[in-house]
């Protein structure tokens, strides 16, 4: 049986995580100011993940943030 790669000790290589941050569509569409059936749209044509819990959706805000941020395209000009 070969040791462990891992001592004790060693320094482990953890990727940065970030803590989820959910909230309720209606509270992600007033976050993203928007309506709540553009983020229902978006959820549906797959653009956005919904994170369903029981018979509720949730978002997670650093989702919509990274969306709205590469949805975003300014005017040229």
């Known amino acids: 049986m070969q040791a462990s790669s891992l001592q004790k000790g060693a320094p482990v290589f953890m990727p940065p995580t970030r803590e989820r941050r959910y909230a309720s569509l209606s509270d992600a569409a007033e976050y993203a100011a928007c309506n709540e059936r ?30 709205m941020a590469s949805a975003y395209t300014p005017k040229a000009g």
């Open 38 to 67: 553009t983020l229902r749209k978006h959820i549906i044509s797959g653009d956005l993940t919904g994170y369903r819990l029981g018979r509720v959706y949730r978002i997670d805000l650093n989702e919509l943030d990274a969306w």
